[in-house]
């Protein structure tokens, strides 16, 4: 199982980029055409933007923004990599109320759990891939100069279903 924190340093790392650009051109390809076909559903977000470390004396940390959540929304405005989150809050105005929507995942030592039912199966979304088990926080603070936050682009990956064995 690959660790959170293994995949998202695969984004930081040089000898990867070259797949990684691959990766997200291919996603901006399928966002394009999930768009075409009546837009993206919530449950089939997969670009988001990672917060590798929030600043102790931020806004955002004292409204709880931890560390390995991952930004989805300004404002109710999808936002798919830190170039469209720096888009969106270079349009804010000083002091203005902003509302930062994330995902926190469930991780257990280290790796992300996937969903599942009281049966102990898979939940499975409309295509048939299992979902990461996470809830959605939001964080209201005023618009600053500093959003006080390291952050990355991160895709999700699609967890792998691992057969269950009989003992």
């Known amino acids: 199982m690959l660790k959170a924190r293994e995949f998202a340093s695969l984004h930081s790392d040089e000898r990867w980029q070259p797949l990684v650009l ?41 409204e709880g923004m931890r560390d390995n959540d991952m930004i989805t929304h300004i404002n109710d405005l999808r936002v798919n990599n830190i170039r469209e989150l720096q888009t969106a809050w270079n349009k804010l105005v000083l002091g203005e109320q902003v509302k930062i929507t994330a ?13 599942t039912n009281e049966d102990g199966n898979y939940v499975l979304n409309e295509k048939g891939e299992p979902q990461w088990e996470y809830e959605l926080v939001t964080f209201n603070i005023k618009a600053s100069n500093d959003i006080g936050l ?18």
């Open 22 to 62: 691959l990766m997200q051109e291919a996603q901006a390809a399928r966002r394009e055409a999930q768009r075409k076909e009546g837009g993206e559903k919530e449950e089939e977000v997969r670009d988001v933007i990672y917060v590798s470390s929030v600043a102790v004396d931020s806004a955002l940390y004292a």
């Open 103 to 115: 995902r926190r995942y469930t991780i257990v030592n280290d790796s992300l759990v996937a969903e």
């Open 150 to 167: 390291a952050a990355q682009d991160f895709t999700i990956p699609i967890p792998r279903l691992v057969a269950k064995t009989e003992d």
